[in-house]
């Protein structure tokens, strides 16, 4: 699984920036049929969390409905450098995570 | 020429039948088919919500306003269409969002993606990649933390829609 987060170079005290984040997934919607007619099994990635120094700050329910390789693009605030945690888990029980160190300027 | 057209018929049938059993790949279709895939017209823009938006709001009013839905007019592709979803909110510990929803009356799922904001989000902005099943129009929905829910919607013409294809 390959996965891409991106935040500004530089992050203000209590400033929102912005979180960008693609991850490699099919989000096989559960409705295309393989070669011999069968269903292929739904398994798109459920629920992507971001918490920042542990504390929860923006959570997504995504569906079917989210094109493959999903793309989110989010804000948060930040009080004080710390590190973001993204972590996501699909049907598959599938979970990935990635840390990101955010260091914060006055 | 009436008298003629069920022999014709008949033997494109029995031509495709042949053809099938020499290769085994061709599909057959029976007489008919193709007026039974016209599609008849389309319901009008964003009238499944009537019934969509109570499910997702679990009953409370909705005012339109406060959100902008930013998507393509045209979408050339279904597959994947990049959607932003602005809310006008001080967003302060006293008065934010608290969740995004963007819904669709068409896809077969109509809860596209649901987002928990909360203060420390400091704007609520959302963007985007969404897969469409056809021409539609798209709405979300806001809820602020005093419980008030707000929406916004975009109509987008999807020329190749995703999904339900079959492929």
């Given at each position: ?27 096989e919607?559960?409705y ?19 918490r ?15 094109a ?30 990635e840390?990101v ?6 | ?6 022999m014709?018929?008949r ?5 495709a ?27 009008p823009?964003?009238s ?17 306003g406060?959100?902008?839905v ?18 006008q ?6 008065d ?22 909360g ?23 806001a ?10 919607q ?5 020329t ?8």
């Amino acid at each position: 699984m390959v996965v891409r987060v991106r935040i500004p170079d530089i992050v203000r005290r209590g400033q929102p920036f912005d979180v960008r984040i693609a991850i490699q997934h099919v989000m096989e919607t559960g409705y295309r049929l393989d070669h011999s007619g069968r269903t292929i099994a739904r398994n798109v990635i459920h629920t992507l969390v971001a918490r920042y120094d542990g504390v929860e700050v923006y959570r997504a329910e995504l569906g079917s409905g989210i094109a493959a390789n999903p793309y989110l693009q989010f804000w948060i605030t930040a009080p004080a450098s710390g590190v973001l945690e993204l972590s996501w888990v699909d049907d598959a029980g599938v979970a990935g995570s990635e840390r990101v160190p955010v260091t914060v300027r006055d | 020429m009436v008298a003629d057209s069920p022999m014709k018929g008949r033997r494109r049938h029995l031509l495709a039948l042949a053809l099938a059993g020499g290769s085994g790949v061709v599909p057959v279709l029976p007489p008919g088919a193709a007026q039974a895939q016209m599609p008849t017209a389309p319901p009008p823009l964003g009238s499944g919500y009537a019934l969509l938006v109570p499910k997702a709001t679990q009953g409370a009013p909705v005012r339109a306003g406060r959100v902008t839905v930013d998507a393509p007019a045209l979408a050339d592709n279904g597959h994947s269409v990049p959607v932003r979803i602005v809310v006008q909110s001080a967003m302060r510990p006293d008065d934010h969002v608290r969740s995004i929803t963007l819904l669709s009356d068409r896809n077969p799922r109509p809860v596209i993606v649901k987002a928990w904001l909360g203060p420390r989000a400091g704007r609520a902005e959302l963007s985007t990649r969404i897969r469409l099943n056809g021409t539609q129009r798209i709405l979300a929905l806001a809820e602020m933390s005093d419980g008030s829910w707000w929406s916004g919607q975009a109509d987008v013409v999807v020329t190749e829609s995703a999904c339900l294809d079959g492929s």
